[in-house]
């Protein structure tokens, strides 16, 4: 059974550029949610959809967007990077609308912004 | 706000040195308190979820304990290939599919 899959794996972007991560899910999951991982801040939610739907959105600003599509792949882009949006940003899928918070993680997309 | 502190930050044990880490949390409403474990390079690998204090689960040489306040994982004659950084999260009631994590204990199982 194939995992959740994120592409690209390393990307290398200079500020005021945009860039757009994909995520494959696990197949038969309809949820996925984004994470970004940095040093200081640990794991902070980004988004989940669910069914092409936003279901949940987490404290980020409004640079920050996602978007899923009817085979559940999942999108999410960043506009005008800043430096401190560096990290690895990290895709999860489930089977399940309700979380059971067995999430299963792709290897993410590591960002680096100059 | 729901929130997660994990301590140690960092663990050093030799192999076969038992030790346990620890995950405090509020929240409100507790779903669920999850443990991941996350080796270089990868994602989060989810290993358990605790719903109810008084609750405990075991894996291997893994084992966590849930009370209203805190979550331990206590790890039982640690070999190397136990070394990673264990994550702790918790899902409120009000906060439907968001997992709120901790910054992590890195664990160095040395020979």
């Known amino acids: 059974k194939a995992g959740v899959t994120q592409t690209p794996r390393y990307l290398i972007k200079t500020r005021g550029q945009q860039v757009t991560l994909s995520c494959s899910p696990i197949s038969g999951h309809r949820s996925v949610s984004w994470y970004q991982q940095t040093p200081g801040q640990g794991l902070q939610f980004l988004f989940e959809?669910?069914?092409?739907?936003?279901?949940n959105k987490g404290n980020f600003p409004g640079r920050f967007s996602g978007r899923q599509f009817s085979n559940s792949r999942s999108e999410m882009n960043v506009s005008t990077l800043e430096l401190g949006d560096s990290a690895l940003y990290l895709c999860?899928?489930?089977?399940?609308?309700?979380?059971?918070?067995?999430?299963?993680f792709g290897e993410g997309s590591r960002l680096t912004v100059l | 706000e729901d929130q997660v502190t994990q301590s140690p930050e960092a663990l050093r044990l030799q192999e076969g040195e038992s030790s346990s880490l620890n995950c405090s949390y509020t929240v409100s409403g507790l779903r669920g308190l999850f443990w991941y474990r996350q080796d270089p390079g990868k994602g989060p690998e989810f290993l358990f979820t605790?719903?109810?204090a008084g609750e405990e689960k075991e894996k291997e040489r893994l084992k966590a304990t849930l009370t209203k306040k805190e979550s331990f994982l206590h790890i039982t004659a640690p070999k190397p290939e136990d070394s990673a950084t264990y994550l702790c999260a918790v899902v409120g009631t009000g906060t439907a599919s968001k997992l709120t994590f901790g910054t992590g204990t890195r664990l160095q199982v040395t020979l």
């Open positions: 959809y669910f069914s092409e739907t936003q279901r």
């Open positions: 999860a899928s489930q089977k399940q609308g309700v979380t059971t918070g067995e999430l299963f």
């Open positions: 605790l719903y109810s």
